[in-house]
């Protein structure tokens, strides 16, 4: 495990309006690892990785405060546009969002496109890698044309996956992206997560304690917008420096 950081988040502040969500947060994630975010619902973790890539402003009336340095770039410094942070760090959301007007072709393609890649033969190669680092291509080679919206759901967070990693992220965030698919698919996406991590880092939340003790190397825990404790997930599972963590992995909280 590399022990250099790619992302560092330090003195993080977000919220709504007068409402502060996350309040002076600090950690970071080295290469090619898998960050897991816990914590109970409402605890600021989806408007924390939101903040990873600036999507978190799009939100009317919310603000961010601090600093989030990318490799050797402060994404919010004045200068830095937000489209081209996004690029870098990608996002999965929690419900499958093929889009649906679209081939499975052109969902892969969407953001190079954006980009203003327009060669077909390109667009073909990087369809092909992305769906085959996307573990799809096998089940979709032969229907590149059919609706992205055609495919089960595991299939269509696969497809939103490939999307993502088209334009060649250095980190992607994932905000409970296996809690509306069935078992089979959850297994999956964890196989595929353990592969991603050799070409990407991945920031995940996820309420599902096991799945954030199977797949990630490094665990946060949230509790009201505060990160109570942050570590090597081997120790935030088996022995929590906090009272309040080890009453939340172990089902005893509140």
Known sequence: MSTKSILE??????????????????????????TAIIGPSGCGKSTFIRCLNRLHEETSGAFANGQVWLENTDIYAKNVDPVSIRRKVGMVFQKPN????????????????????????ILKEIV?????????????????NAPGTSLSGGQQ?????ARALAVEPTVLLMDEPTSALDPISTAKIEELMTELR???TIIIVTHNMQQAARISDQTAFFLSGDLIEFGETSQVF????????ER?????FG
């Open 9 to 34: 988040v330090k003195n993080l502040h977000a919220g709504f309006g007068s409402t502060e969500v996350v309040k002076g947060v600090s950690l970071s994630a080295q290469y090619h690892t898998v």
């Open 238 to 245: 088996t022995a929590p420096k906090m009272d309040q963590t």
């Open 128 to 144: 092909e890698q992305s769906l085959i680092s996307a573990a799809l291509w096998h089940e979709v080679k032969d229907k590149l």
């Open 248 to 252: 939340y992995i172990t089902g005893r």
């Open 198 to 200: 050799k070409k990407v």
């Open 98 to 121: 093929a889009f649906p007007s679209m081939s499975i072709f052109d969902n892969v393609v969407a953001g190079l496109r954006l980009a203003g890649v327009k060669r077909h033969s």
């Open 157 to 161: 967070q696969r497809l939103c996956i």
